[in-house]
């Protein structure tokens, strides 16, 4: 295993982005990066030894966010696929947090549940031939966003109105292979079973997506974790599996090849184990994945500990050889 730093500047630093950082693809020159509490997407280039010289992209000057350019948008995955860059929000209800500092106000903060249009996102942005450049594209949200087509669906409707800390719907990763989405729950959890989405989506020529019907799902046997990322590697996914509750690990990566007819229900013997991921407690929680060149696959985490966060102001991310 060995470290290579990513280094953001001042403004992502002061945003936190360096430690919330939720998604990760590769691109010709570099990374694309987004973290979970802004509304913006970026850009890193391998520079010698780093990967810097960041550009940062707000989210709504290439489509139209349903709460506007200020919302988070808690992106949490990134896919790169046929000139296109996709991102998807994670479709989640949030529960306020309990604060050590007013403790009488934990019930209610606890009973206080908070819905943001801005997660409710899945987006499509075309990329410039030569330098892979954004330019305005498509989004699928509103009043036809994912959960609106899961509102009747027997396994996942139940979880709808659950935050996704406590187990409800939670979108944690995506990977696009073809015309197949693959969108990764890290929620809901059904006895141990998680649950990956197959998608398909169309253009409507008006900065609209549209879910072709009927969307499939697919049960997988990871020991009661839920899917926290996906990337595709030829015929087959990598998913980074992890705990589905504000939990330390543990957290692996396995292979699923899905074939062209993916399976329905897969079970434990029909999926690879790649890597036991190391993780810290209450720190280093591995979020995202991104194949490199020579097998070489980088994870990044969220809450990183003290000891990756560099001088420079970067984070250093782990690449293992796979």
């Given at each position: 295993m060995e470290q290579v730093e990513l280094r953001f500047d001042q403004a992502s630093q002061e945003s936190q982005t360096h430690t919330n950082l939720s998604a990760i693809r590769r691109s010709p020159t570099g990374l694309w990066i987004a973290g979970d509490e802004t509304a913006t997407f970026e850009h890193l280039t391998w520079v010698g030894d780093h990967f810097g010289a960041q550009r940062t992209y707000p989210l709504a000057d290439y489509v139209d966010l349903p709460a506007g350019r200020e919302e988070e948008a808690d992106i949490e995955g990134l896919a790169r696929a046929d000139g296109h860059l996709w991102m998807v929000g994670s479709h989640s209800l949030k529960r306020r947090r309990v604060k050590s500092k007013d403790p009488d106000k934990a019930a209610d903060r606890l009973a206080t549940v908070v819905r943001q249009e801005n997660r409710f996102i899945l987006v499509r942005l075309p990329l410039s031939q030569g330098t892979e450049?954004?330019?305005?594209?498509?989004?699928?949200?509103?009043?036809?966003?994912?959960?609106?087509?899961?509102?009747?669906?027997?396994?996942?409707?139940?979880?709808?109105?659950?935050?996704?800390?406590?187990?409800?719907?939670?979108?944690?990763?995506?990977?696009?292979?073809?015309?197949?989405?693959?969108?990764?729950?890290?929620?809901?959890?059904?006895?141990?079973?998680?649950?990956?989405?197959?998608?398909?989506v169309e253009d409507t020529g008006k900065g609209k997506l549209r879910l072709r019907e009927p969307y499939r799902k697919h049960f997988l046997d990871l020991s009661g974790l839920g899917v926290r990322d996906l990337c595709p590697d030829g015929d087959s996914l990598l998913l980074l599996a992890g705990p589905t509750m504000d939990l330390d690990g543990p957290v692996r990566v396995l292979r699923w090849r899905p074939g062209p007819e993916p399976r329905q229900v897969v079970p434990q013997d029909a999926l690879e184990t790649v890597l036991e991921l190391p993780f810290g407690v209450g720190c280093d929680h591995p979020e995202g994945l991104a194949l490199l060149g020579g097998r070489r696959l980088m994870v990044v985490y969220d809450s990183p500990s003290p000891g990756r966060i560099t001088a420079a102001g970067g984070v250093l991310a782990d690449v293992f050889t796979i």
């Amino acid at each position: 295993m060995e470290q290579v730093e990513l280094r953001f500047d001042q403004a992502s630093q002061e945003s936190q982005t360096h430690t919330n950082l939720s998604a990760i693809r590769r691109s010709p020159t570099g990374l694309w990066i987004a973290g979970d509490e802004t509304a913006t997407f970026e850009h890193l280039t391998w520079v010698g030894d780093h990967f810097g010289a960041q550009r940062t992209y707000p989210l709504a000057d290439y489509v139209d966010l349903p709460a506007g350019r200020e919302e988070e948008a808690d992106i949490e995955g990134l896919a790169r696929a046929d000139g296109h860059l996709w991102m998807v929000g994670s479709h989640s209800l949030k529960r306020r947090r309990v604060k050590s500092k007013d403790p009488d106000k934990a019930a209610d903060r606890l009973a206080t549940v908070v819905r943001q249009e801005n997660r409710f996102i899945l987006v499509r942005l075309p990329l410039s031939q030569g330098t892979e450049i954004p330019e305005p594209g498509a989004i699928m949200a509103g009043g036809r966003n994912l959960t609106t087509h899961l509102a009747g669906d027997r396994h996942l409707a139940p979880f709808l109105a659950l935050p996704g800390k406590d187990n409800g719907l939670d979108v944690e990763g995506i990977a696009v292979v073809g015309e197949r989405v693959y969108l990764g729950l890290r929620g809901p959890v059904l006895r141990g079973w998680a649950v990956l989405l197959e998608l398909r989506v169309e253009d409507t020529g008006k900065g609209k997506l549209r879910l072709r019907e009927p969307y499939r799902k697919h049960f997988l046997d990871l020991s009661g974790l839920g899917v926290r990322d996906l990337c595709p590697d030829g015929d087959s996914l990598l998913l980074l599996a992890g705990p589905t509750m504000d939990l330390d690990g543990p957290v692996r990566v396995l292979r699923w090849r899905p074939g062209p007819e993916p399976r329905q229900v897969v079970p434990q013997d029909a999926l690879e184990t790649v890597l036991e991921l190391p993780f810290g407690v209450g720190c280093d929680h591995p979020e995202g994945l991104a194949l490199l060149g020579g097998r070489r696959l980088m994870v990044v985490y969220d809450s990183p500990s003290p000891g990756r966060i560099t001088a420079a102001g970067g984070v250093l991310a782990d690449v293992f050889t796979i």
